[in-house]
Each structure stands twice: as C-alpha cells, then as structure tokens.
C-alpha cells in the first residue's frame, strides 16, 4: 500500500479548507440575507405601526373636532331658539295676542304635566262675569275636577300687576261661586317675568310662569308646590 506523501496530505488540507471556507462564505451569505430580510420586516413593521398611530392621531382630531362643531352648532342653535323665541312672544305683545298664544296653550300643558288634572272639565278664554256692579275679565280658565287654574298675563309685568292680580284671585269665588268646592290655582304669565315680581308673586302664592330655554316654565313651582296641598281653597 503506498503511502501518501506530505505534499499530498498537504494538498488534500488545503483542498478541505477551500472547500470549508466556500461552505463558510455561503453560510455567511444566507445568514446575513436572513438578518437583513428580518431587518425589513422589522422596519415595515414599524412603519406599519407608525402608520396606524398615525390615523389613530388623525381619527382623534377629527373626532375632536366633529365635537366641537357640535358644540358651536348646539350653541348656535340655543342662540338661534333663543331669538326666535324672544321674537315671537314680541309680536305676541305687539299685536295684544299673549294670552292666546302663550299663556292658554301652556295653562292647558300644566294642568295636566305639573298640576295632574286626571282631566279638562272647561277651558275659557278672556271670560268676563259680573258680580254685584261690577264686571271683571279673567284671562284664562282651566277647570278639573278638584280645582281651578285661573291665568293672567300681561306683557309688561310689573309689582303692581301682581298684586292687582292677587286681588283678583281673592275675590274669583265671588264670580265663580259654583267653584267653591275646588282648589284654585293662580298663574300669572308673561314672557319675561323680572326676579322681583317673581318674589312678590311667590309671596302671594301665585305661581310665575315665563319663558325658559325651551318652553314656558314655573319660575317658583319648587317654592309652592310643597305647601300647595294645605292652602286654603279661598284665594291663591
């Protein structure tokens, strides 16, 4: 058997390394694509993210935005009802229709909402009687069954209209003396009632009803409406 030569052990090294080196190289290869390929991966992956907190951030501010048009729009349009509300109960005073336009409609609305008439008996408007001499106009008449809204408006109210008002309602039996058995209740409405005849009002019991944001509202219910249940049925 012939023995291999140190040139030829020689050779065969070098023919390993080479081919070593080649395995190495192409080894090194494929893991530096693998690492740049997870390297673009990683990069998309961020510019994804980076994409989506994006219109996250885009998504929000309209969002913000869409509210505060809201807003303005929601104000705009309280300013708006505010006016057409203002305008409306001045042409009511200009062309002496309040106690129609106004006052009854709502009368009606309270009877049955806030003062729980089970029903309407009668409904007047600018009803006039006469007692003794004397002949006196009420502007508005709601009857139930246990008791009587007696309504008064007037378009520039004033201390004096409320107690002309309250003394009316003191003497409403003396006209009205088939509704002696019933409670009655006195309203006295306008568009805008002043705070100080609001008080004056509360004073004499007699509930004030003006214009809110939305609707005609009671002024002071929260102030009578406790002790409405023990008042006596004579006057307001």
């Known amino acids: 058997m012939p023995y291999a030569t140190i ?4 050779d065969r090294l070098e023919a390993l390394f ?17 690492h740049k390929a997870a ?15 994006e219109r996250q951030k885009d998504a929000e501010e309209r969002h913000k935005a869409a509210e505060e048009r809201m807003t303005r729009f929601e ?17 009511a005073n200009k062309l002496g229709t309040i106690i129609e336009d106004i006052l009854a409609p709502n009368l009606r609305r309270l009877a049955r909402d806030h003062f ?17 001499q004397t002949e006196t106009e009420f502007d508005t008449l709601v009857v139930g069954p246990e008791a009587v809204i007696l309504g008064e408006a007037k378009s520039t109210p004033s201390v004096e209209y409320a107690e002309a008002f309250a003394d009316k309602g003191r ?23 002043p705070d100080p005849v609001v008080e004056r009002l509360t004073a004499r019991g ?12 009671l002024a002071n219910a929260a102030a009578l409406d406790k002790p409405r249940t023990t008042r006596q049925k004579k006057g307001c």
């Open 18 to 34: 080479g081919q070593f080196m080649t395995e190495m190289a192409l080894l090194n290869k494929r893991a530096e694509e693998r």
């Open 171 to 193: 003497r409403f039996f003396d006209y009205f003396p088939e509704y002696k058995d019933r409670r009655l209740i006195c309203v006295f409405g306008s568009w805008a009632i």
């Open 7 to 10: 040139e030829d052990r020689v």
């Open 75 to 91: 104000a705009e349009v309280r300013s708006w009802r505010k006016d057409i509300n203002k305008q409306w109960g001045d042409l």
């Open 116 to 132: 729980q008439f089970p029903s309407i008996d009668d409904f007047m408007i600018r009803r006039s009687r006469r007692h003794g």
């Open 206 to 217: 007699i509930y004030a009803l003006r214009m809110g944001q939305e609707t005609m509202e």
């Open 39 to 53: 390297e673009e991966r990683h990069k998309a992956a961020e510019e994804r993210h980076k994409a989506a907190e």
